[in-house]
């Protein structure tokens, strides 16, 4: 029996080793955390409040997730977000204005004067020479107009990456759109075909039926999103091939095309394959004794550290409508933006209750939760109607942060995998997670099944 070992229990670990138990049963797998299982996803209580320290949804772009709630008997507890969360705003000169939903959105829209509007809707039907480490920055630019630059991709890195626009590598973050620009003559038609491949490629992969009455859209769970971290774990321990380790991982040492692994003075192994779906700081430190070139590499991943403020706000003091609002960096808010999460999924809090997350950029662990709670009550003043602060806050800090997918980082993640890959020998050693697969969940269940997929199909093969 082979006998596989996943590094790390946030989503992406945990559906690593779910994956490779379903598609290789006759496999034996240990899953070893050293802290919160579930990683970055936690949902906590606040009184009758239930609310997301970390990630607040899953966005269902493919029928995966569906697919895996109903393996999981989760499907009655699959909720969508609501309708009126579908509006977002952004600030502009002080002011909240609705962002477009889709590409005539634009023409309606007064974040861009009418001569900037024209160009944008002409860029779709123009084609453009991108380099690939380009800024996310100055490949908007160069496609719309610096308006655009300065407000819509600031608000989408600082809302989705917590960086800057100007930190941030297009390559890097939308890889498909990347390669489809280079090849196709127009934006419109490099936009149609990763959409149309993407559809194709998942109904293939799926089955045509999981697309019958799919809806993409933001989900969450009745009970939060660790709702499915924990019936993956749930899943895990009862399974009688897999092993639950509460222990962190030190090191990794290689012993022919096997690994052992060392935990607190032990081993553990000899594992034919070795998933580290951890972040790229706590690789290097595992692989630091083994394989010094890529430890060294994976010491150079960027991180954007962030604060997130959840306050509970007496509806008769404070209240909005929608999703919520991105402050790009121009408009010099002290916060990247809020989320109004009490709109966003019914039953999240009491009726007479508003509550909002807010995040704010940086390593704030030098100020106090009130200063903190202080800075979110005097940003929101300078755009609402405010006339007391909130009954309840709690702060949380991502001290090492969100991966930030640099300029330069394409190059990097290419040279990781190649030292990775001439250390191993045999592709039987990953580095997996948000750090590589991409910023979302969704990006980590999708990765996780398709890196599994070819794994156990070259497994097999190899086996024969
Ligand atoms: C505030 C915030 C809001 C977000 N909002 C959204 C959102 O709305 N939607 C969305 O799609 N995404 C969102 N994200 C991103 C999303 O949370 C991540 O993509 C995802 O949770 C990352 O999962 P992961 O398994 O790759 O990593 P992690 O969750 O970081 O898991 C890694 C795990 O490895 C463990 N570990 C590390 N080293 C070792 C070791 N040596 N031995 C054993 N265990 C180890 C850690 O303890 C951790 O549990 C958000 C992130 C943050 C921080």
Not at 229 to 250: G, W
Not at 259 to 273: F, T, V
Request: aromatic share 12%.
């Amino acid at each position: 029996m082979k006998k596989f070992a996943v590094v790390g229990a946030g989503i992406s670990g945990l559906s690593h080793a779910y994956y490779l138990r379903k598609q290789i049963p006759d496999s034996e797998v240990d899953i070893f955390e050293f802290s919160h299982w579930g990683g970055v996803i936690s949902t906590r209580r606040h009184k009758e409040v239930i609310f997301e320290a970390g990630p607040e949804a899953y966005l269902m772009r493919t029928p995966l997730l569906l697919q895996l709630t109903k393996e999981l008997q989760l499907e009655n507890e699959l909720i969508r977000a609501s309708k009126e969360s579908a509006t977002r705003y952004i600030v502009k000169e002080g002011r909240l204005v609705k962002l477009p939903t889709g590409p005539l959105g634009f023409l309606f829209n007064s974040v861009l004067f009418f001569p900037e509007k024209i160009k944008v809707l002409l860029a779709f039907r123009k084609k453009f020479n991108l380099w690939q480490n380009m800024s996310v920055f100055d490949a908007v630019k160069s496609m719309s107009t610096m308006t655009a630059a300065e407000y819509f991709a600031s608000a989408f890195c600082r809302g989705v990456f917590g960086s800057e626009a100007e930190d941030l590598e297009f390559a890097a973050i939308l890889p498909e759109l990347y390669s489809a620009i280079r090849k196709e003559d127009s934006l419109a038609k490099a936009m149609k075909k990763v959409a149309h491949e993407k559809k194709a490629y998942w109904e293939k992969e799926l089955g045509e039926n999981a697309y019958h009455g799919f809806e993409k859209g933001l989900v969450s769970f009745r009970g939060g999103l660790e709702t499915l971290t924990t019936k993956l774990k749930d899943f895990l321990k009862e399974d009688h091939l897999s092993h639950i380790r509460q222990s962190k991982v030190s090191s990794l040492h290689k012993s022919g095309s096997k690994y052992l692994l060392h935990s607190k003075g032990q081993k553990y192994g000899s594992y034919d394959a070795v998933f580290l779906a951890i972040p790229a700081k706590q690789a290097a430190e595992i692989l630091r004794n083994e394989n010094k070139e890529t430890a060294t590499l994976l010491q150079k991943m960027q991180y954007s550290p962030i604060t997130v403020v959840v306050c509970g706000w007496d509806k008769k003091n404070f209240s909005a409508k929608g999703f919520g609002f991105i402050s790009p960096r121009k408009e010099n808010l002290p916060i990247l933006g809020t989320q109004f999460v009490s709109n966003i999924f019914a039953g999240r809090a009491p009726e007479n209750q508003f509550v909002t997350k807010t995040m704010i950029a940086g390593d704030n662990t030098l100020f106090s939760d009130d200063e903190l709670a202080e800075r979110v009550l005097s940003a929101h003043k300078r755009l609402y109607k405010i006339s007391a602060g909130p009954l309840w806050y709690e702060v949380i800090h991502y001290k090492q942060g969100l991966p930030r997918y640099f300029l330069g980082y394409t190059e990097w993640k290419q040279n990781v995998l190649e030292k990775l890959n001439q250390f191993s020998g045999r592709q039987n050693l990953f580095l997996c997670g948000w750090n590589y697969d991409g910023i979302g969940l969704p990006h980590a269940l999708e990765k996780a099944y398709l890196r599994v997929k070819e794994f156990a199909t070259t497994w097999k093969e190899d086996s024969k």
